[in-house]
């Protein structure tokens, strides 16, 4: 038996002391780490303009979530984990093409509205400047992130939307992308004009869905509950016009593209296809000078930088957002 004299007990005492206060500090360090990293995460930009555009997507999707629950009862909450209010159904009548549950998702995400605002500041828009946006209704998540971004850097939109949609985007009837802006409106959140309304799908004129339906009666009666400005079009080459004329009526510094649209991208996909994801800034060789070469194409001419929303993947690594992997839901 080890039997220690006052004076070493003493000693030891003091060590044991000396070594739990190593402990208490090391243990306070951690604290300090897991509280900052935590704080990292929950403010994920560097620039606290990308963040508030977070902050108000947030608010956004919160009503959207507790709206879209009182309008469509059923609807099957699976398909939305993260209850955004932005991630429809598959198969419905506005649903014009198939689509990617998991690239629905990821634009929902909060944290896109940041990813946004950061692409427009690189694009070097201004307090007070107008934006174009172009919009289908197939990636709903980027489009509130667009939106939130342009309230938050106090940016002037005209801002033109169509109603098709690919699968699991603002494919469900009683609740419209128009109809979620009305609902934001209402609750003070945000209030959003949309300066004009078309159908969508082929030709802008939604032709057929995915069901092989014929679907302009539905979308003529939504227009039909609509105070916007509402265009169906004869042809593409008319919704073309009408387009370039209203983002004409401003001064528009910045174009933001979300979805697919042959409107933006041009009647050729594939040429469309290859485009860069995220910003793009002029200069960029563009094509000859065509009625459907793309409103991308237009902007880029003119030397306005264009910001494409299209291949999801690519914009959640310019930021570092998560994207979910894996198969398709089966609910």
């Not at 402990?23 to 403010?43: E, N, P």
């Not at 560097?46 to 959207?64: F, K, S, T, Y």
């Not at 506005?94 to 995400?109: E, F, I, N, V, Y």
């Not at 990636?139 to 509130?144: D, I, R």
Request: with cysteine.
């Amino acid at each position: 038996m080890l039997i220690l004299s006052i004076k070493n007990q003493y000693e030891f005492l003091l060590s044991v002391r000396r070594d739990v206060m190593k402990v208490g500090t090391m243990k306070r360090i951690f604290l300090c780490l897991v509280l900052a990293l935590a704080a990292r995460s929950a403010c994920a930009f560097e620039d606290a303009r990308q963040n508030a555009a977070v902050d108000l997507m947030r608010r956004c999707e919160a009503v959207l979530w507790e709206e879209k629950l009182r309008r469509v009862p059923d609807f099957d909450v699976r398909l939305d984990p993260d209850r955004t209010g932005l991630v429809g159904e598959e198969f419905t009548a506005l649903a014009t093409t198939p689509g990617s549950w998991h690239d629905k998702r990821a634009a929902a995400q909060p944290e896109m509205a940041g990813a946004l605002a950061g692409y427009l500041i690189r694009a070097g828009v201004r307090e007070g400047d107008w934006i174009g946006i172009n919009a289908t209704s197939s990636y709903p998540g980027f489009t509130m992130a667009a939106l939130c971004a342009a309230r938050t850097l106090k940016l002037n939109t005209v801002f033109v939307l169509s109603y098709g949609a690919s699968m699991y985007g603002g494919t469900l009837p009683q609740f419209t992308v128009p109809v979620m802006l009305d609902a934001l409106r209402e609750r003070g959140v945000m209030d959003v004009k949309i300066d004009a309304l078309t159908p969508g799908g082929m030709d802008d004129r939604m032709r057929r869905n995915v069901l092989d339906e014929d679907v302009l009666p539905l979308v003529r009666r939504l227009m039909s509950e609509r105070r916007e400005t509402c265009m169906i079009p004869a042809d593409l080459r008319m919704s073309m016009a009408f387009r370039q004329m209203l983002f004409a009526a401003k001064p528009i510094t910045a174009f933001i593209s979300c979805g697919g649209s042959w409107l933006s991208l041009g009647r050729s996909m594939e040429e469309g296809a290859v485009l860069p994801h995220g910003l793009i800034m002029p200069p960029w060789p563009v094509k000859p000078k065509t009625w459907d070469r793309g409103l991308i194409m237009d902007f880029l001419e003119k030397g306005v930088p264009c910001i494409h929303l299209l291949f999801t993947k690519g914009v959640c690594r310019d930021w570092d957002l998560p994207h979910g992997t894996g198969p398709e839901p089966n609910f």
